[in-house]
């Protein structure tokens, strides 16, 4: 159970999911939920358990094992002026919607010169470290990266969850909302009482330091935050960012960092080709290359097909912290 204390509840990051969908619905007429099994069941994880029989299935819906269907629909109540939270049950099950998603909701702004615009939400667990294996531990961030008018937002933490969801309901846009499953009940804070929001588009520098800046989100952040504070108890400042948004960026926080610490790490659990890294690293070449001592380093997932589902496969393909602080020192070193 959640504890108040002093105009904060402690949580954790499902906990927080959870209060922000119900505090949504009972704030706005307009919000429902839909997706598979987030009525009667009450989702996979009891995010939504007991909703159904508070708002009715009219604002709870139960929907068909369909994702192309469940974005689809969810776009056309968004454009008649609803605000559908649109749930697929695992991220590795987004794909029979893509082009529903990229074709459709993320261009919808641009294709009707601004008469409409598409304010929905889809939410989706993602990311390994749970035993999932290749159906359920998949990152799918990088495959929607490209897409222009489609917002991105993966928070770490649940009061960066709750202010990153509001604002994710609110925006006039799409936004792909990603939680990393293995912190659902992992990660626990303090979570501000009552509604707020936290702009996207915008990091947060979690530790601060002035000889390495990391940039990274989800799962590893907390890792990182780890293998930082190991190293600080050697004398060693290595600065965290946690990215929160990863469409849009944000730059600002990126290079100023970069332009103290003159070294950056970058760790993601996706592949590394192609993934989010590369997109910093270019922009971090483009903007602050004169102000590097070091080559950027990513550490990422490898570009496998897919995470196994023997225990040491699993392994074999997420990081572990003290990987993490062992490229760190190797980049202080450098």
Known sequence: MAVATSGTTTMNNVEA??????????AD???????????????????TKGFIEEFGPERVIDTPLAEASIAGIAIGM?????RPI??????????????????????????????????????????????????????????????????????????DIKGLLNASIDDPDPVLFLEHKKTYRLVKGEVPNGHYTIPI??????HPGDQLTVVSYGLYVHQAL???????GDGLSVEVIDLRSIRPMDRTTILESVRKTRKLLIIHED?????????????????????????IRRLCGPDVPAMGYARTLEDEFMIPTSRMAESMREMVAF
Not at 29 to 37: F, K, S
Not at 78 to 82: D, F, Q, S, V
Not at 201 to 206: C, E, M, P, T
């Open 17 to 26: 999911v959870r209060q922000t969908l119900y505090e949504a619905l009972k």
């Open 29 to 47: 007429p307009r919000t429902l939920v839909m997706g598979e099994d987030v009525g009667a069941r009450g989702n996979v994880f009891l995010i």
């Open 78 to 82: 968004a454009m008649e002026g609803l």
């Open 86 to 159: 649109a749930e697929i049950q695992f991220a590795d099950f987004i794909y029979p919607a893509f082009n529903q998603i990229v074709g459709e909701a993320a261009k919808t702004r641009y294709r009707s010169n601004g008469d409409y615009t598409c304010p929905l939400v889809i939410r989706t667990p993602y990311g390994g470290g749970v035993h999932g294996a290749l159906s359920h531990s998949v990152s799918i961030e990088a495959l929607f990266y490209h897409v222009p008018g489609l917002k991105i937002v993966a928070p770490a933490f649940p009061a």
């Open 201 to 206: 588009g915008k990091a947060d520098v979690k």
């Open 226 to 232: 780890e293998a930082a504070r190991q190293l600080e």
């Open 271 to 295: 592949n590394k080709f192609g993934g989010i890294g590369a997109e910093i690293s270019a922009m971090v070449a483009e903007d602050a290359f004169f102000d590097l001592d070091a080559p």
